[in-house]
């Protein structure tokens, strides 16, 4: 689960707006010179403010700290749909453009129309995840509340 701590700012039925600060993570990586996100935070835009809707079943009140989260695997979907899918519908239109035996011109514009055609089908299914309360953040705990403890692998010695 891929946690942020976060204010409730407004509350509504089943779910509340939660505003979260992003801040870079720069400090705890190894790659800090060569990454953009070093940069940007230089730059002034490492600690912005998010506003994010989290559904929930609990009742909170306009200022409690919450922890919210979502799934990894949602994430790691969410990602592969929005890459491999055009890229995808890119690589097919212009092989099949080519077994066709279109000139080059044409395999282009087809490689074209099928990145265009994978960017709809993504948009198509963002559409109807949006309303599949798996792919949406959730209120997870009060952040006063301690996370119990639970290992997830122990070493043998």
Known sequence: MIEERGRVLSVEAGAVWVETVRTSTCG???AKAGCGQALLSRVGSGAKR????AL?????????????????????RGAL??????????????LLAQAAG???????GAALLGLAAGF???????????RD???MPQVLRSAGQMMPFA?????NG
Do not use: K, N
């Open 102 to 108: 279109v000139a080059e011109p044409g395999m282009i």
């Open 151 to 155: 290992p997830e692998g122990r070493l």
């Open 133 to 135: 309360p798996q792919m």
């Open 50 to 53: 998010g506003f994010i809707r």
């Open 28 to 30: 705890s990586c190894a």
């Open 56 to 76: 929930t079943d609990r009742q909170w009140q306009i200022g409690d700290e919450v922890f919210i989260g979502i799934p990894e695997d949602a994430v790691v």
């Open 120 to 130: 709809a089908v993504v948009r198509w299914h963002g559409q109807r995840a949006q």
């Open 81 to 94: 749909w929005v890459y491999m899918v055009p890229l995808l519908g890119l690589f097919a239109s212009a």
